[in-house]
Each structure stands twice: as C-alpha cells, then as structure tokens.
C-alpha cells in the first residue's frame, strides 16, 4: 500500500531545485513556493488530466493543493527528521542513482543470451596445460607452446582421448585430460565458454587461455536441456567401500523392494519400509526438482528415460548404491522470467559483470567524449612482460610515466593516475595472466571515472531530481495520512478526510498562481 501512495518533492540532501525565470512559482502552500516544473512533472504522469481543459486543470489543482497540505502538515510534525524518513529516502536514492548508472535493456539482452545459450548443454572432453598460479607472457609461451603441439598432433590425425590420457598419466606434462558431462553457461571460464559453445560436434579448438591455462577443447556431443523432474527414490545403500561380497545382498534386497511395488504396493510405504536415505524416507523418498548435471549420471539417465507420470524403474546403481525411481513430473526448459534475476546474480558476481555494463560503457563514453591513447597504454602493457601490475615493481616504473592514457571532455587522465589505481584497487581483479589483469583494472577504472561524471551530470537531470522530490514528498503523505485517515476503520475514512481537509485549508495560506496556470500552453512542450 505504502508504495502505492508515494506519489511526490523538494530534496535536500544532496541537491536542490534552482528555479529559472522560465519555471515560475504556481503555488505557495505554507510559505513553501512550488515552481511549475513540479506541478508539470506530477500532473504529466497522470493520464487522465488534460491541462489545456479548464474543468480537468481545476480539478487537479484542487487536488495538487490538498496534497501540498498534506505535505506541509507532515513537514510541521517534523516527519522528515525521523530516522525512518531518512533511511527510506536514502536507499531510495541509492536504487534510482543505480538505475541511471547502468543500461537496463543492454542488461536484459546479455541476460538473455545466456539464458538462450542454456537451452543446450555441451558433452565435451578437453585437455588443459596448467599456467604458474600468476604468470606473465614469457611464462604463457613456454606452456602454450606445449599446448600447441599437441593441438597439431591432434589435427594431423591422433586420437584425442589416447594423447589426452597418455598426457595425464605422465607426472611431468603439466597438463591434465578431463571429461565433461555437461557444460551449463556461467560455470566455465567465459573465453572457455564462448568458444565451447560456437562449436560444431567432434570439432577440435585450438588453444584457449583461461586463466588457469590453455585448453584443446573437444565438443562431442549437443544435448537439448530436457527440463527438469520430480522423482521419488528408494536408495539401498552400499558401504563406504564399495565391497564387492555385499552387492549380491544389496541388489537381491533391491530387487524384492521392486518387486513389492511391481506387484502393486505404494512406492511411498516400501520407499518407508526400505530405503536408507534419511532424508526422504519418511516423506516418501520424494527429491527436489532437478536438472541435468545434479545427479550422477546413472541416476539422471534413468530418471530422465521415465517417459509417463508414475512409471518406476527397476534398479539402478550409481557409486551409492541401489536406487529405484518413480517418477512424479516433468517440466519443461524453466521460463526467461523464472531464470533472469538467478542469472542476472551469477554474472555481477564474476567476470561476466563485463557483459552486463558493457552497452553502458559505451553509451557513457560518447556521452563524455571519450578517447583512448593505445600507444600510451602499450608502454603500460610493455612493462606487464617483467612485472605483474600488482607487483612493486610495475609500480615503481608506472609512476614515472606522464602520457595522456585517455582523455573525456573535461579531463585528462595520465599514466601516473592509472598506476596509482592499481596499486590502490589490484584486489578487484582475479585474472592471473598480467595482460589480462591490466586490461580489467583499466576497464574498472574507466568506469569509476565515467561513473562520477554520471554522478556529478545527475546535480542537473531534471528527471533524476523531480524522481526524488515526488518520492520525499510521497513519504511524508503516507505516513500523515497513514495517522490521520488510513489506519482508522474504513466506513470513518471519507468523514475523517473531509474534516482534515477543512482543517489544513484554515490552518495553512495558499496562493494559487493562475495567471501561468491558465497560459500552460505556453510551457507544454
């Protein structure tokens, strides 16, 4: 309800309205004047007021005035200096600023390419040269250059699983063969990824540097994501051990249970009867709803091949044991809306943060005039060859070095300045590989710096600033009326309101402006 009411104005915290020769005062209401920006802003929002008929426009002002009333009456209670008032205007300020410095829709496609991407999961196998925990491009080319060996092994004709196996059982390769049953997006490196996922089946990448190492990828298999199911599970568990002399016992136990609900038992009175797993035994071995890539794959390959509502499937055994599976639904590949803020979440947590300010980005830097002195930077990049940016090293060369590194059209940012944020904020990159981490700490640093040009462009964005009056305002009527009208009974409500507002038209002078009210036509746009 409280939001429904917040409908209004003059902030001042951090900025305050100058009123023009070409914004007159149309009201005054206790002495506070109110200029004809803000009735504009307020009474355009309102579909139904048509500011050029005389009966709509009287009535809106009549109805503006009671609201200013209301306001001022809330502004005498000294309601604005509650901690309340002050809290929720200030995380309210804090969401609408966050709204101005980022680009909503370029968000949306982002998030939405990698909702699209999830539609399929990847079967691959690939082979990875580990990289020193930090390295620099002398040590990058020593291991790719073992990784590129192998790669033109591969395209003259070897075996992939053979030379990938062959490299994990030697303890000096530095590389190591692995087999992938499912690639979701958002779990791999990004490079990895977006290579992974422009690739056709059976097709062999060259090296991708990840920040761990280089990676020859094998795609081998596309999967259409099935959705997700429901099942119910009796697990007969097996040893830590895996003892080859119990499992005779366990499948013969398995097999009686099955049986029982064959023969046409409920599964949830043997699920009670047998299974070992404690955490669902008692509601009928019922699991949350899954994916592929939650289970072990024996498990989801034998819910996943359960076609009709209710079937069960004999035995399974995965490394835990026996398991029979009923299965209680089926639902399809989850909606962009069920799956957008849990994406949306996972990308501001990683380097795909990249990805989502990245339309931003762009929109600033022609705003501001942005220009980028490449040669500037490769002496920066040069001095990554010896030095990781974060090291003391990079640092006491960086700081010597003057050139314009860009320029927006107000200021110029020198090579010096950037070192110097480096050193302050190296902590804000994970990239391992100095090149890399250079480029993301210039990447943060050009957005701080278009950022509080944004910051600073808001003192002047008329929009930002009748956002917040109308918001200030919106919480002074909510909780005035929320004492005098709102919380009593609803049948006293319509009485109470007549009589507050007899009350605050006695109580309060107002002047009404007419003479501008009654030319708006010169003022609409």
């Given at each position: 309800m409280k939001k429904i009411f917040i409908v209004l104005v003059s902030f001042n915290f951090c900025f305050a309205y100058a009123q023009k020769v070409e914004d007159p005062t149309v009201m005054t209401v206790a002495n506070i004047e109110v200029p004809l920006s803000e009735f504009l802003f307020l009474a355009q929002k309102d579909s139904e007021v048509d500011l050029l008929n005389k009966k709509s426009l009287e009535n809106y002002v009549e109805l503006f005035k009671n609201f200013k009333l209301k306001v001022a009456e809330a502004m005498s209670l000294r309601i604005q200096e509650s901690l309340m008032f002050r809290d929720e205007l200030s995380n309210y300020q804090a969401q609408l600023m966050a709204s101005y410095l980022s680009d909503r829709e370029g968000e949306v496609q982002e998030i939405r390419k990698v909702y699209e991407r999830g539609k399929e999961l990847l079967?691959?196998?690939?082979?990875?040269?580990?990289?020193?925990?930090?390295?620099?491009?002398?040590?990058?080319?020593?291991?790719?250059?073992?990784?590129?060996?192998?790669?033109?092994?591969?395209?003259?004709?070897?075996?992939?699983?053979?030379?990938?196996?062959?490299?994990?059982?030697?303890?000096?390769?530095?590389?190591?063969?692995?087999?992938?049953?499912?690639?979701?997006?958002?779990?791999?490196?990004?490079?990895?990824?977006?290579?992974?996922?422009?690739?056709?089946?059976?097709?062999?990448?060259?090296?991708?540097?990840?920040?761990?190492?280089?990676?020859?990828?094998?795609?081998?298999?596309?999967?259409?994501?099935?959705?997700?199911?429901?099942?119910?599970?009796?697990?007969?568990?097996?040893?830590?051990?895996?003892?080859?002399?119990?499992?005779?016992?366990?499948?013969?136990?398995a097999n009686e249970a099955y049986e029982r609900i064959r023969k046409g038992e409920e599964f949830e009175k043997i699920a009670k009867e047998y299974s070992d797993d404690e955490h669902t035994r008692e509601i009928g071995g019922v699991l949350p709803l899954f994916g592929l890539g939650t289970m072990v794959m024996?498990?989801?390959?034998?819910?996943?091949?359960?076609?009709?509502?209710?079937?069960?499937?004999?035995?399974?055994?995965?490394?835990?044991?026996?398991?029979?599976?009923?299965?209680?639904?089926?639902?399809?590949?989850?909606?962009?809306?069920?799956?957008?803020?849990?994406?949306?979440?996972?990308?501001?947590?990683?380097?795909?943060?990249?990805?989502?300010?990245?339309?931003?980005?762009?929109?600033?830097?022609?705003?501001?005039?942005?220009?980028?002195?490449?040669?500037?930077?490769?002496?920066?990049?040069?001095?990554?060859?010896?030095?990781?940016?974060?090291?003391?090293?990079?640092?006491?060369l960086a700081i010597t070095m003057t050139k314009s590194l860009m320029r927006t059209k107000e200021t110029n940012h020198l090579q010096d300045e950037f070192a110097e944020y480096v050193r302050l904020k190296a902590s804000l990159s994970s990239k391992t590989y100095s090149g890399d981490m250079l480029n993301e700490m210039f990447l943060f640093f050009v957005r701080e710096i278009m950022t509080e040009l944004e910051k600073r462009d808001l003192e002047n964005n008329q929009e930002f600033i009748q956002l917040i009056n109308e918001y200030h305002d919106g919480i002074l009527l909510f909780e005035v009326s929320s004492t005098r009208v709102w919380d009593k009974p609803v049948e006293e409500q319509a009485k109470l309101e007549k009589e507050w507002l007899e009350e605050l038209n006695k109580k309060y002078k107002v002047d009404i402006n007419w003479k501008v009210l009654n030319n708006l036509k010169n003022y609409l746009k």
């Open positions: 079967k691959l196998s690939h082979i990875i040269f580990l990289l020193p925990e930090i390295s620099l491009p002398t040590d990058t080319l020593e291991v790719y250059t073992k990784a590129y060996n192998v790669y033109k092994r591969l395209m003259n004709g070897e075996d992939f699983t053979t030379i990938g196996q062959a490299l994990e059982a030697d303890e000096n390769s530095g590389a190591h063969y692995a087999d992938n049953d499912y690639l979701f997006p958002l779990q791999a490196p990004k490079v990895f990824e977006d290579v992974a996922y422009t690739m056709s089946e059976g097709e062999i990448s060259a090296p991708v540097r990840t920040p761990v190492g280089f990676h020859i990828i094998r795609l081998n298999q596309r999967i259409a994501d099935p959705g997700r199911v429901l099942v119910a599970h009796i697990l007969i568990k097996a040893s830590d051990d895996n003892d080859p002399d119990e499992e005779p016992v366990l499948l013969k136990i024996p498990f989801e390959q034998a819910a996943f091949s359960l076609e009709q509502i209710g079937d069960v499937s004999a035995p399974v055994r995965t490394r835990f044991g026996y398991h029979i599976l009923k299965l209680l639904d089926k639902r399809e590949y989850p909606s962009y809306e069920e799956m957008e803020q849990s994406i949306y979440v996972t990308m501001k947590q990683g380097e795909w943060k990249h990805e989502l300010s990245k339309t931003f980005d762009e929109r600033q830097k022609a705003k501001f005039g942005y220009t980028f002195n490449q040669e500037a930077y490769n002496e920066l990049l040069k001095l990554c060859e010896d030095y990781f940016p974060a090291d003391t090293g990079f640092y006491n």
